[in-house]
Every structure is written in structure tokens, then in C-alpha cells.
């Protein structure tokens, strides 16, 4: 059985928020991204879909399209 995260059932802060929005931005993986805010990847999801934030790559060409 898995062990639940410290914050688990616990109210998003500010702050918490904050770091989420920074580390999304950043392309960090859902997975690292609940290991830093001690959060479910489940958790990290339905937070990012509630505040409108994307967890898709920015640096990445579109339809795998390189530049030549």
C-alpha cells in the first residue's frame, strides 16, 4: 500500500500555487513536480486543470516538425 504525502486532504496555499504555476512553466514532470509539493500526481492534475494552467512542453515544435 502506498504511503499518502504530508499533504494529503490538505488545503492548495498561495505559495503552493505560486510553485506549481513556476514548475509547470518549467516542463517539470507531474511526478516531480508532486514529489516537491508532497502532492499526488492526481492531485497536481485536477489542481492545474481548477487554475487554467498547462502541463504541456512549450519547447517543443509542433506535430515533431525540426528545424533543418
Given at each position: 500500500m502506498h504511503k499518502k504525502p504530508k499533504n494529503h486532504n490538505k488545503n492548495w496555499s498561495q505559495e503552493e500555487i505560486?510553485?506549481?504555476k513556476m514548475l509547470a512553466e518549467g516542463n517539470?514532470?507531474?511526478?516531480?513536480?508532486?514529489?516537491k509539493l508532497q502532492r499526488t500526481e492526481d492531485s497536481i492534475r485536477s489542481?492545474?486543470?481548477?487554475?487554467?494552467?498547462?502541463?504541456?512542453?512549450?519547447?517543443?515544435?509542433p506535430y515533431n516538425k525540426r528545424p533543418k
Open positions: 505560486q510553485e506549481l517539470t514532470p507531474t511526478r516531480i513536480i508532486g514529489m489542481k492545474v486543470f481548477d487554475e487554467n494552467i498547462s502541463l504541456k512542453p512549450t519547447n517543443q515544435s
